[in-house]
């Protein structure tokens, strides 16, 4: 199956606009059975998924080694795998413990809710910002990143207006920082429909659903967006741009609401 | 609450090693506890940690709205949010569905078993293996990474021992690939032991955790560690490298059974 997916997007390069193919890699569901039961649903790259499905067992301590499977079947069609398991004891053991654990906040049934979201959410009306204005903030964006530069070791979050950041934070885990702007912004009950997320970080259909929950209209980031993303800002009308970087940038959706 | 941490590391340039004092951003385990209940361990930044509890509980749909919360406390010494509601519809809800999601490997009893890990997987015999292997193993590496250098969005993770890489597999989460790669040892029944584990990616206690289940001695990484992974590393001689790039490389534990 194909790891990629081709978008016509536009890219902006200074004072140059054009729209061209751009790759973005494929960010694939894939739902992992273990003797009827649905265990979890992975958003991974369509390839190897055996390995990953027997991997992610043996890593989350369902089985204590292959021998445990008595057998596997892969749906690539369907995004997936159904296992049969000989040693029960560990797996059941697994299914009574709920502590959950993450440096990503992606958790629960959020991609199940993303078809609701695809109808309740879309934008009507278009954000009034301009690309030079995004890049205005991106540039501030990358200078308040302390944290990063001290460590090289995180993800930076912010919710800006057209003029300004207005949250800045960071952490460890990219689904951390968004919920702590995003958090902020619910304590203080700030209106977010005329708001911007700027991110550092890769820009997953998960990081997305997070963002339109709460009513962003736009989402800015300084490395790739995944193929889910793309295809759900497209649908909802939402501007996605990645790999905001000096005069260069991608919008990958909603071109035309932006000011030029 | 300081969000980085002081290691004295061995930094190879070249010929030159020495051992200086280097920044690491912090892995700090927190827990949310609603009306009672343990939700969820996130390993996050400990700061914004008010803004991060409420930020979680609305994007995974566990509150419509900050009004859903009658108290919330927070426990910085322990780690611990200690949260009211005064709407517990949709928690209630929440609780009893059971899928999980994430584009992270990483869910589970993981980090509960770290303290089990500490007692059964420390590494007794050190690993035969080069710094100057070190280096040309990651410059194949770095080489293998097709997908990422399409899209920008992958992550890659490798198996390999002194000279060539085993196994390569490439994912849109850090914990896939990982999971990639390990799974097929499993399937193909390799021993571990006298293996590296190269990656793309930050090497979070989570992601250390994983290849020290499979008997993992070495990672060796292109970006930063933890600090919850520098401290198992050590505890357990496992050689934790990271920032290897070109002449340049940031050993964090274990330095003395690596030839130079």
Redesign the interface.
């Known amino acids: 199956m194909e ?2 997916k081709k978008y016509d997007i536009l890219r902006i390069d200074g004072e140059n606009k054009n729209i061209v193919e751009d ?5 694939y569901p894939f739902t992992i059975f273990v003797d009827g039961k ?8 369509p ?2 998924l ?7 067992l ?4 369902f089985i204590e ?2 021998s445990a499977i008595e057998d596997i079947q892969i749906d690539e069609e369907k995004g997936r795998a159904y296992i049969r398991l000989n040693a029960k004891e560990l797996f059941n053991k ?2 009574q ?17 993303m078809l609701d979201l695809l109808k309740s959410k879309k934008v009507e009306d278009s954000l009034d910002i301009s690309v030079y204005e995004i890049k205005k903030l991106m540039e501030t964006f990358n200078k308040n990143s302390d ?1 990063f530069y ?5 993800h930076a979050c912010a919710i800006c207006d057209n003029s300004s950041i207005i949250y800045f ?5 990219r ?2 920082a ?7 912004a ?2 203080e ?1 700030i209106n977010l429909g005329d708001k911007m997320v700027l991110a550092s970080g ?1 820009i ?1 259909s ?1 990081m997305l659903i ?1 963002a339109i ?2 009513g962003i209209k736009a989402v800015v980031s300084r ?4 193929s889910l993303a793309v295809h759900m800002a497209r649908e909802l009308n939402i501007v996605l741009i990645g ?1 905001v970087r000096g005069e260069k940038m991608n919008i990958y959706s909603n071109f035309s609401s932006l000011k030029f």
Chains 1, 2 share one sequence.
């Open positions: 790891q990629i790759i973005v890699v494929l960010e649905e265990v979890i649903t992975l958003l991974c790259s390839k190897s055996k390995y990953l499905s027997v991997g992610f043996y890593s989350e301590g080694g292959y697994k299914l413990d709920k502590r959950t654990i993450a440096s990503s906040g992606a958790k629960g049934t959020m991609f199940y809710d944290l001290k460590t090289g070791g995180v934070e960071e952490d460890i885990g689904h951390n968004l919920d702590k702007v995003l958090g902020r619910l304590v009950n890769r997953s998960e997070k929950k709460r490395s790739a967006p995944t790999f």
